[in-house]
């Protein structure tokens, strides 16, 4: 009878053994996934680490105290109450561990996200999209009601695109369809409107260029749109522009290394553009938000330069130094746009970020709303915004950001209520480390929606890292350059004149001695 008493309890504490090898194993598994996964974040500062370490590593001490200290006394009430809270604990730390791996996970994605480059097939990517156009009064309904018109095409800046058009319009109706060339745009829609062409091949952003000139202004009016042609690499043979090896060589390129050289210890600027349309997908188009953000990550100060859209500069596409408006560059691309800011204040722009208003309105609201300083009472959106010192929540936000007709000067006091944004959320977002962890996962989302940026993820990391580990208050500062009214030709629609602002020097000087300033350190 004894025998069997000590058989069965010998039975029982291999079983409790086993069972208590089982909960640690899962516990010190839990504990190094979600140690590896902060660590491989890159974003966590070491001292975060360091304390999370040795926090994982003394849970897992206690739980082996309770789970393997006293087994010979494993079914009475103080060993079953150990090996109880020894469960618990595992089961707790195995939870955090779950939902701290797919948080980082999410992070990490939101960095790639922000960072990533097109993915798709070289020979797939598109370069333009290409419209069939005719009058508002012509009966045609497709492109096959078209095959037997003569299709005027412009050998301007998007002649090999509106070529490659013509192409796929002759493959899809079967027949070679006629075309005749013209040296311009404007010359191409003066000779559908006069009827010496039927239809015509052209941009839908060269369209809205061509209705912000005096000649053309009623031109959205008289066209419909008859057909759009996707024009990819494999449609023609494509070569990177000069302007395009220019940016790219120009280029600050930072160390790995977190010292001289690092993007955490190098000043450098970003090109903030973006579109006021409340398209979620970024594209190629004009730049209706154009500020260079001027940092200098050891000084912690943060510059913000608006640039009028309409402002008059030479377009780098062009050879002789033509000027355009500024948000006309960003038809040629981000590239165009950024050598045209790094001429315009004699400087070095190293990245580009996009910015898509459709996300602002999310983030204002993870963030718990924003706080600026307005300086004129206007309504715009339904909501009336007081002078003084205003909270926005994201619906406000959104508004607030996109007027420009309710001020004397439009578009550029516009840039400068974005840049008040833009200052209130970076203060937001530096201000509360318990506000960030509480909230990531919303900030993270909205940020990925809202921005797109060429800096890389790694550097991207590097900023995120130093701000973890010092959240240092950031000094920001802004400044609008201005100009003067004008009717000018411009390089995107020449012999046609548009609606330009012509620079005023002394505030362009002035942005370049500010920029030089924060550049070198030295405080505004």
């Known amino acids: ?45 070491d001292k975060y680490l360091i304390a999370l370490g040795i926090m994982l590593w003394l849970l897992m001490m206690v739980s082996a105290l309770l789970l393997f200290v006293g087994l010979k006394r494993v079914f009475s009430a103080a060993g079953i109450a150990k090996r109880i809270i020894a469960v618990m604990l595992a089961a707790f730390i195995c939870f955090v561990s779950m939902v701290g791996y797919k948080g980082m996970d999410g992070v990490k994605k939101t960095i790639s996200e922000v960072a990533a480059t097109e993915q798709t097939d070289a020979a797939e990517a598109t370069l333009a999209m290409m419209n069939l156009y005719v009058t508002y009064s012509d009966p045609a309904k497709s492109a096959s009601d078209c095959k037997n018109y003569v299709i005027g095409i412009a050998n301007g800046s998007n002649g090999g695109y509106s070529k490659a058009a013509l192409n796929k319009m002759s493959s899809d109706t079967g027949i070679a ?22 239809a015509v091949i052209i941009s839908s952003s060269q369209v809205e260029i061509l209705s912000e000139t005096e000649e053309f202004g009623d031109i959205t009016d008289r066209l419909r749109l008859i057909r759009e042609y996707e024009i990819n690499r494999s449609d023609m043979t494509f070569i ?52 260079l953000m001027v940092v200098n990550p050891k000084s912690k100060q943060i510059l913000l330069i608006n640039t009028p859209r309409d402002y008059y500069i030479p377009n780098p596409k062009s050879e002789t130094g033509e000027r ?25 722009v190293d990245y580009s970020a996009q910015i898509n208003f459709t996300g602002l309105e999310t983030l204002v609201d993870q963030l718990g709303g924003i706080t600026i300083d307005n300086p004129q009472a206007f309504k715009a959106g339904g909501y009336q915004f007081k002078k003084g010192t205003i909270t926005l929540d994201g619906k406000q936000a959104l508004a607030y950001a996109r007027e420009r007709h309710a001020f004397a000067t439009g578009d550029n006091m516009r840039g400068q209520n974005q840049m008040r944004i ?19 996962s919303g900030i993270m989302s909205s940020i990925s929606g809202m921005f797109k940026t060429s800096m890389p993820s790694s550097d991207i990391e590097k900023l995120v890292k130093m701000q973890l580990n010092d959240m240092a208050e950031w000094k920001i500062s802004t400044y609008a350059v201005t100009g003067t009214n004008g009717s000018e030709t411009t390089y995107s629609a020449p012999k046609l004149k548009s609606y330009v602002m012509k620079p005023d020097q002394k505030s362009v000087n002035t942005a370049k001695t500010r920029l030089k300033r924060i550049m070198a350190g030295e405080s505004l």
């Open 422 to 440: 833009i200052t209130a959320m970076i203060k937001k977002l530096t201000a509360s480390k318990s506000k960030l962890l509480k909230n990531y």
């Open 324 to 348: 355009d408006k500024l948000t006309h560059l960003g038809l040629y691309g981000v590239e165009c746009s950024m050598k045209g800011l790094a001429d315009l204040y004699d400087c070095k």
């Open 240 to 291: 990177p522009t000069e302007t395009e090896k220019t940016v790219e060589s120009q280029k600050t390129t930072f160390t790995e290394a977190d010292g001289e050289g690092s993007i955490t210890n190098t000043p450098f600027i970003v090109y903030l553009s973006g579109s006021d349309t409340r398209s979620k997908k970024f594209k190629t188009s004009r730049s209706d938000v154009n500020i």
């Open 1 to 45: 009878m004894v025998s069997s008493e000590n058989s069965s309890g010998s039975a029982g504490s291999v079983i409790i053994k086993f069972f208590a090898a089982l909960v640690f194993i899962a516990q010190a598994a839990a504990s190094g996934i979600l140690f590896f996964k902060a660590f491989s974040l890159r974003i966590v500062p």
């Open 177 to 198: 369809v006629k075309s005749k060339e013209f040296d311009s745009e404007g010359e191409m829609i003066s000779a559908l409107y006069d009827g010496d062409v039927d």
